[in-house]
């Protein structure tokens, strides 16, 4: 496997320095919303109550991180969306496999944080937000590991991203290529040979 790695674009240790941070300015933003919302300004660590959506399955590894670093009480409930590769490299179009997710049919009331592991055509967050918010959730924010640097990703509006990238195919934490190399816990480039 690691024969096929071309370049290491973003490696475990600037990873899990980069998830915990976004997971502090998440709880913060999170904590400051519903302390106002709650008028008072008392909204306790504890009385702070999320719903996680993590789209399946690329976002697996992130997800896995970033939540040991939000200490806040949530429900997990996940989204799955394949994609329809063109190429294996390149997404044209996405749908919801109902089948295989546990979206509750109303999200009212509930504060959703919606993440996904990359943005790049923008279709898939897209499709999964606009599914959101026909259950009406009282918030809805979004957040992504990573954005590649291409006008269509850099136009679709998220809340949190971890790294903009170039626009390059990669692999790695949880990314796959013809559902291999996910499990590699740094993000990386494949040799041309592995795509022939
Ligand atoms: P979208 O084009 O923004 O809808 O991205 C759809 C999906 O394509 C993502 O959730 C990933 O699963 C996959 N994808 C997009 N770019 C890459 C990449 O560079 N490596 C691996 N998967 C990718
Ligand atoms: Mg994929």
Same mark, same amino acid.
């Given at each position: 496997?690691?024969?096929?790695?071309?370049?290491?674009? !973003?490696?475990?240790?600037?990873?899990?320095? #980069?998830?915990?941070?976004?997971?502090? #300015?998440?709880?913060?933003? !999170?904590?400051?919303?519903l302390?106002?919302e709650? @008028?008072?300004? #008392?909204?306790?660590?504890?009385?702070?109550e999320i719903t996680l959506v993590?789209?399946?399955? @690329?976002?697996?590894?992130?997800?896995?991180?970033?939540?040991?670093?939000?200490?806040?009480r949530m429900q997990i409930r996940m989204l799955?969306?394949?994609? *329809?590769?063109?190429?294996?490299?390149?997404?044209?179009?996405?749908?919801v496999?109902r089948?295989?997710t546990n979206l509750p049919e109303t999200l009212a009331g509930c504060h959703v944080l919606l !993440?996904?592991?990359?943005?790049?055509?923008?279709?898939?967050?897209?499709l999964a937000a606009d599914l959101l918010r026909e259950r009406e959730p009282a918030s809805l924010r979004?957040?992504?590991?990573?954005?590649?640097?291409?006008?269509?990703?850099?136009? %679709?509006?998220?809340? *949190?991203?971890?790294?903009?990238? &170039?626009?390059?195919? !990669?692999? @790695?934490?949880?990314?796959?290529?013809?559902?291999? *190399? #996910?499990?590699? &816990?740094?993000? %990386?480039?494949?040799? &041309?040979?592995?795509?022939?």
């Amino acid at each position: 496997m690691d024969q096929d790695i071309a370049t290491v674009l !973003i490696d475990r240790h600037a990873i899990a320095t #980069r998830v915990a941070e976004l997971a502090g #300015r998440i709880t913060a933003d !999170i904590r400051a919303d519903l302390a106002k919302e709650d @008028g008072d300004g #008392r909204n306790s660590e504890k009385d702070v109550e999320i719903t996680l959506v993590p789209i399946l399955s @690329g976002s697996f590894m992130f997800v896995a991180d970033l939540i040991r670093h939000l200490p806040l009480r949530m429900q997990i409930r996940m989204l799955a969306v394949s994609s *329809y590769p063109g190429k294996a490299t390149e997404t044209e179009g996405s749908t919801v496999k109902r089948e295989l997710t546990n979206l509750p049919e109303t999200l009212a009331g509930c504060h959703v944080l919606l !993440i996904d592991d990359i943005l790049d055509s923008g279709g898939t967050l897209k499709l999964a937000a606009d599914l959101l918010r026909e259950r009406e959730p009282a918030s809805l924010r979004t957040c992504v590991l990573l954005r590649k640097k291409r006008d269509t990703a850099m136009h %679709v509006p998220v809340d *949190y991203v971890a790294f903009d990238i &170039p626009d390059e195919f !990669i692999v @790695g934490y949880g990314l796959d290529y013809n559902d291999f *190399y #996910r499990n590699l &816990p740094d993000i %990386v480039t494949l040799r &041309p040979e592995v795509f022939q």
